[in-house]
């Protein structure tokens, strides 16, 4: 069981990730150009398209992440944390810093 000192500690840090994703889907969220350009040779358009492309991925990915940190968030508050979703056994906490969100034990993970 989590001793209060770590579980503040694993909060504070989920905490942190939390806004530095909120800030990264921020950055990513810009419109892109897709030149208008009349005499374009199609390649700047290519090159914004791309981007684009890569810019939603990115946000995406970020956004997942940020479900996840939400989610182990309200777990604590309702005092669930730290537990296997799948098994209900302890989560170690060395699994727990270095992924704090995390849903399932070391042994659940493997079944995957």
Avoid at 19 to 31: D, F, M, P, V
Avoid at 49 to 67: C, I, M, P, T, W
Wanted: net charge negative; charged share 45%; hydrophobic share 30%.
């Amino acid at each position: 069981m989590l001793h209060e000192k770590e579980l503040q500690a694993l909060k504070e840090q989920l905490e942190k990730e939390a806004g530095e994703l909120e800030a990264g889907i921020s950055r990513h969220k810009g419109t892109t150009d897709f030149g208008d350009d009349v005499e374009s040779d199609f390649s700047e358009e290519a090159d914004e398209a791309e981007e684009y492309a890569n810019d939603l991925g990115v946000s995406d990915a970020f956004k997942q992440r940020l479900e996840d940190i939400e989610h182990a968030l309200d777990k604590m508050t309702r005092g669930e944390y730290g537990k296997c979703e799948q098994c209900g056994k302890e989560i170690p906490l060395e699994v727990l810093k270095v992924d704090p969100e995390s849903r399932l034990c070391k042994d659940c993970k493997m079944k995957k």
